[in-house]
């Protein structure tokens, strides 16, 4: 079956450095990526959509300055929390969807956990 | 704006028991999914729906969906406790993102 691998799997940092994640379609070609952040406790909540070679498309509240995706290619996407504060710590989930003839599929990478000291 | 409510948003189950957790949508949708987390983990895919009227099964887990009423449920038949994890339901529709209802955690005890 398809897969999505994130890296890293946890990555703890101090206030104020950046971070990058990067979500990868290991077996098929990803035509849009989509990242999610978990809070504790809470359900998934999108934060920003992005299909190759163009610009990433951000959910209300989320600042693009802060969360910055590059989607580089049909095959990785990455998110970069910049100057990361305690209050991003979160659970970051990315997703790739494939079409294919009309039909969509869609698989999730197995989350970054994100700790911000 | 598609918005997709899930209920209840816990339950506490004795083991053998049959539950029912709900999923309501706001708009119409091509699909439906049924997913689990367990705790730090990333998503389980269990179902996807796509039909009215469908209904699918895996071992205790049920779902079926009904379209007209932009309902489905996840019904679970004599729980045991390796089913306790938290159940989310999502709605997509094609070329937009998916929705997640807020979560069901459930809890099965001896």
């Known amino acids: 079956g398809a897969v999505v691998s994130q890296h890293p799997s946890w990555v703890i940092c101090k206030s104020g450095t950046s971070v990058k994640i990067e979500c990868r379609s290991l077996?098929?070609?990803?035509?849009?990526m989509f990242w999610y952040r978990q809070f504790p406790k809470q359900s998934l909540m999108l934060m920003a959509t992005?299909?190759?070679?163009?610009?990433?498309?951000?959910e209300q509240g989320v600042e693009k300055d802060k969360f910055l995706i590059n989607h580089a290619s049909l095959t990785l996407s990455t998110l970069t929390v910049t100057s990361a504060h305690p209050e991003d710590s979160s659970f970051y989930i990315c997703s790739a969807r494939t079409v294919g003839q009309g039909v969509y599929e869609q698989y999730f990478g197995p989350g970054t956990r994100l700790t911000v000291t | 704006e598609l918005k997709v409510e899930q209920n209840p948003l816990f339950l506490s189950m004795q083991e053998g028991k049959n539950y029912t957790i709900y999923c309501n949508y706001s708009?119409?949708?091509?699909?439906l999914y049924w997913y689990r987390q367990d705790p730090g983990k990333s998503l389980e895919s269990l179902f996807v729906?796509?039909?009215?009227?469908a209904v699918k099964q895996e071992g205790r887990l049920m779902a079926s969906l009904d379209t007209k009423a932009r309902l489905s449920t996840l019904h679970i038949t004599a729980a045991v406790h390796d089913l306790s994890a938290t159940y989310f339901c999502a709605v997509d529709r094609y070329n937009n993102d998916m929705r997640f209802g807020a979560g069901t955690r459930l809890t099965v005890k001896p």
């Open positions: 992005s299909n190759e070679g163009s610009k990433a498309t951000y």
């Open positions: 077996d098929f070609q990803a035509t849009t």
């Open positions: 729906l796509l039909s009215n009227g």
């Open positions: 708009t119409t949708s091509d699909r």
